[in-house]
């Protein structure tokens, strides 16, 4: 059903009317699928980082609104719809920094509210359909602003990113990783310097694997080198994803970017972000509004059963951090490449 031709890793798939997604928590050891026929269940997939990854966490919730109205046609319309509510919430509860999922769930609940005359069914598919256009859509962005971020990255460009803002992150494809991909499809000879991102290791298990598969080059550093390789001149040019750009450019994405591009203006190092406009939040005037996700003191503690730290000792875990707009080189959109973003550069994006 979905028009996944062409996309390397299938994040999410429909799967004989379910949603079906990769386990990210188990990559890179295991590639294996999880069902999911409810919102409830979506929901819980997203929270547990089974998908992660902002426009990933919007299309799983999207189809997440989908499977709900699936679940419940049948039963009388008020029930339907207060079951349909309740599945909304818990999605819109699930994690709070990615904007596209709040994004996402405005397009279903649109689609929701235009169809109160027709029947529990009709409606049912058609928020299918809304989730599939969403899905549909994230790839064909995704390809655009590859063909535009491509035009920044050299022949030849060693290139640091941050996280996995790959295919794994998207519904195919990703934003930076994306714009990686786009470039070297060119012609462009790229090598990838991939930080591991502690505390989940999205660089290390993700961004690493998606490169290996592809025979993109790729070399894996802890997060504490990139200054020093910067300092060597072994970098020439950053590229991140986004959870949340606010209206004034300021960019939320995984603790440690904020790091990332002090170094990179003290080094004179271009530093891009790729994200699609369902990532700018107008609504939120500057960074410091933006909701920062603390998540589990396990996750610092320790990595799966492997424990390091002591009983006792006092943890914080913040998962995003905010790179103010003036360490941002330019923002590579699906409308294309805008240098300096500022408040009126990211309005004109939508008018
Ligand atoms: O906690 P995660 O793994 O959901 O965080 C993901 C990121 O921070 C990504 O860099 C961001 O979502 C960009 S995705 C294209």
Redesign the pocket.
């Known amino acids: 059903m979905f028009s996944s031709e062409g996309v390397s890793v299938e994040t999410l798939r429909w799967r004989a009317d379910t949603l079906e997604m990769i386990d990210q928590r188990a990559l890179p050891e295991r590639v294996v699928y999880i069902s999911y026929n409810s919102a409830q269940g979506v929901a819980e997939g997203i929270r547990s980082?089974v998908v992660?990854?902002?426009?990933a966490?919007g299309v799983a919730a999207a189809f997440g609104v989908a499977l709900e109205a699936l679940r419940c046609q049948h039963l009388p319309k008020a029930v339907f719809d207060q079951t349909l509510e309740h599945g909304i919430e818990l999605l819109a509860a699930s994690?709070p920094t990615?904007v596209n999922l709040f994004w996402a769930l405005r397009r279903m609940r649109i689609v929701w509210q235009s169809g109160q005359q027709e029947s529990n069914p009709a409606l049912a598919l058609r928020l299918l359909a809304e989730a599939q256009a969403i899905y549909d859509e994230d790839i064909r962005i995704n390809r655009s602003m590859g063909q535009f971020g491509a035009e920044l990255l050299a022949d030849g460009a060693r290139v640091l990113t941050?996280?996995?803002?790959g295919a794994l992150?998207?519904a195919g494809h990703?934003?930076?990783l994306g714009v990686i991909r786009s470039a070297v499809a060119a012609g462009k000879r790229i090598s990838v310097i991939a930080d591991e991102t502690r505390p989940?290791l999205?660089g290390a298990r993700l961004t690493a694997w998606e490169m290996v598969q592809e025979g993109i080059p790729v070399t894996l550093i802890t997060d504490n080198m990139s200054g020093h390789l910067m300092q060597q001149g072994q970098i020439d040019a950053i590229i991140?994803?986004?959870?949340r750009v606010a209206a004034n450019g300021d960019v939320a994405?995984?603790i440690g970017t904020y790091m990332v591009a002090v170094l990179a203006q003290r080094h004179h190092i271009p530093f891009y972000v790729a994200?699609p406009l369902s990532t700018i939040d107008l609504t939120i005037a500057t960074g410091e509004q933006i909701p920062i996700e603390e998540r589990a003191a396990a996750e610092v503690l320790g990595f799966r059963e492997c424990r390091w730290a002591p009983n006792g000792v006092s943890v914080r875990n913040p998962?995003?951090d905010v790179t103010p707009a003036a360490l941002v080189t330019a923002l590579v959109t699906e409308k294309g490449v805008v240098r300096n973003p500022d408040r009126d550069a990211l309005a004109s994006l939508f008018l």
């Open positions: 980082m992660r990854g902002a426009p966490i994690r990615a941050h996280c996995n803002a992150a998207t990703g934003t930076a989940f999205q991140v994803g986004a959870d994405n995984k994200c998962s995003f």
